[in-house]
């Protein structure tokens, strides 16, 4: 599975926020089904990186995503995709699995990819 950040509980496009987002679609990539959980961690990345690693996923996509959080995911297996700044839909994500288009970071692209996100909270969840 992987987890796809989301901004509302209906939404279907990715989320510009990591650590933030108030909402995640935990995608099965053999199916294409997904379910939307709330974000347990939401308002601290790396609280929001245990969540995740908590629910059996094996894989994430990010639009904004810090080194820390990255660095959780690297030490507890899972892999790490990036959209390249692209609103990408459920849908589209799961095309780009499937077609093995997902552009994955590891550490020497990670320079490249990674970012600190926004500075300041703008979703609906209480920070932490």
Same mark, same amino acid.
């Given at each position: 599975?992987i987890? *796809?950040?989301l901004d +509302?509980?209906? /939404? &279907?496009?990715i989320s510009k926020?990591?650590?933030?987002s108030?909402? =995640?679609a935990?995608?099965?990539?053999d199916?294409g089904?997904?379910k939307v ?5 939401c308002?601290d990345g790396?609280?929001t990186?245990?969540? *995740?690693?908590?629910? +059996?996923?094996? /894989? &994430?996509i990010?639009y904004?995503?810090?080194?820390g959080?990255?660095? =959780?995911?690297?030490?507890n297996g899972?892999k790490?995709?990036s959209?390249?700044?692209s609103?990408l ?6 095309l780009?699995?499937l ?7 590891t550490?020497?692209n990670?320079?490249?990819l990674?970012?600190?996100?926004t ?5 609906s969840?209480?920070?932490?």
């Amino acid at each position: 599975m992987i987890a *796809i950040p989301l901004d +509302k509980e209906e /939404s &279907t496009v990715i989320s510009k926020l990591y650590g933030n987002s108030p909402y =995640f679609a935990f995608l099965n990539e053999d199916t294409g089904t997904f379910k939307v959980v709330e974000n347990k961690g939401c308002g601290d990345g790396i609280e929001t990186a245990k969540f *995740i690693s908590e629910q +059996k996923i094996d /894989s &994430t996509i990010f639009y904004h995503m810090g080194e820390g959080i990255y660095n =959780f995911f690297q030490e507890n297996g899972l892999k790490v995709y990036s959209c390249v700044k692209s609103y990408l839909s459920i849908d589209e994500i799961y095309l780009q699995v499937l077609g093995q288009k997902c552009k994955e970071v590891t550490k020497s692209n990670s320079s490249t990819l990674l970012d600190w996100g926004t500075s300041s909270c703008t979703c609906s969840c209480s920070s932490k």
